[in-house]
């Protein structure tokens, strides 16, 4: 009798190789791997938690249906980044729609100070956070979206220029160039916060 | 010293992309080193860097759902993957009843499916003439009785007659 090696012990490529065969439980241990990595990226570029939780399984749903079509040649998480980054973009291009007024206020609601701001003793402070959550969130909505993606990718992901160019499917020289316009841009929007 | 025409955050214009990428420390090594080596020297290029160093940080937003959010995450996927499956295998059901005609004979018969359609269908697709309207008709036809030309038309339904009565002529002659 053929021993049965438990999900958790097998690497992600092992495990996308018992997808193909049609084994879902790997599927579901690599959403279980995978999931709050994926979620955060979401959020980077919904900032809403609702929105971070559908997009990332929607993401999930997607390399689930085309897993026959992964080919090994990359990461599985590469190849499934490459999956969630569109799935964001395409969002952003969804959310465009909706007015900036609400998306200012998911921001204030959802966003947490960051460290840097965080365990504010003054009402005075406590609204200086929310006003910068809302002037960021406002100022990256601004970017056009290679700019966003780079900048997000980078500064929220700590992804490289080369895996950023990769997953952007772009040369590096021109990441670079959306990042370094990115920053330029930010800091002008946010010149106050400096 | 920071000259009064320029902005103490304003790096100089040559080096401003490679502080964005030594900041986030992606600068070659040896354009690393020149990068530092011009640090010490330019204030304004460190002011920039200063400014960058404390305003990107607070730019990435923080979230930490509570386990409970997790375990619905989880819980939410298998019932989507559910779903999924249920919907790969309906389609696999589908390619199955097709898979022992080979390609090239589903392509023939698609191709002969859309000749047919274009060859029978072809009516079908034109539009339909409106239907007389009959009020008006009505209203022009005793007006169309009274007119000469419609008069001469006798001439043309007595032809038969002519006809005859010339084939009964030339057979007596």
Request: glycine residues 4%.
């Amino acid at each position: 009798m053929m021993a049965v090696i438990p999900t958790a012990r097998l690497g992600d490529e092992e495990l996308v190789a018992l997808v193909q065969k049609g084994d879902r439980r790997a599927f579901e241990e690599l959403v279980e791997r995978h999931k709050q990595k994926a979620y955060r990226i979401a959020f980077d570029f919904a900032r809403d938690r609702e929105e971070a939780k559908d997009l990332s399984q929607e993401a999930f749903l997607k390399a689930f249906t085309h897993i026959g079509r992964f080919d090994g040649r990359s990461g599985f998480y590469t190849w499934f980044y490459r999956i969630l980054v569109n799935v964001c973009l395409d969002y952003r291009r969804r959310a465009k729609r909706t007015s900036a007024e609400e998306f200012n206020e998911t921001v204030e609601s959802q966003v947490e100070p960051s460290p840097l701001i965080s365990n504010p003793v003054s009402p005075d402070q406590h609204a200086i956070a929310g006003q910068l959550s809302h002037r960021v969130g406002a100022a990256l909505e601004l970017l056009p979206a290679k700019q966003r993606t780079a900048f997000i990718l980078k500064n929220h992901q700590g992804l490289s220029i080369r895996e950023i160019a990769e997953t952007m499917e772009t040369a590096e020289g021109t990441v670079k160039v959306h990042l370094h316009r990115a920053v330029t841009a930010l800091r002008q929007s946010l010149a106050e916060f400096a | 010293m920071i000259a009064r025409d320029k902005p103490a955050s304003k790096a100089c214009r040559n080096l401003e992309e490679d502080l964005v990428l030594y900041y986030y420390g992606e600068l070659a090594e040896s354009d690393r080193r020149n990068c530092e080596a011009h640090l010490k020297d330019c204030e304004y290029c460190r002011a920039s860097l200063a400014e960058m160093s404390k305003l990107l940080p607070i730019t990435a937003a923080h979230d930490e759902p509570p386990p409970t959010f997790w375990s619905d995450y989880s819980r939410e996927m298998r019932q989507k993957l559910d779903c999924a499956a249920e919907r790969k295998l309906w389609w696999r059901r589908i390619a199955d009843l097709f898979a022992p005609i080979p390609m090239s004979a589903l392509a023939t018969g698609a191709v002969l499916l859309l000749a047919l359609a274009l060859t029978f269908g072809k009516g079908l697709w034109q539009p339909s003439a409106p239907a007389p309207d009959d009020e008006s008709f009505m209203e022009v036809l005793p007006i169309a009785e009274q007119l000469d030309f419609f008069s001469d038309m006798e001439l043309l339904d007595n032809l038969d007659l002519l006809e005859t009565f010339g084939g009964q002529g030339n057979g007596t002659a």
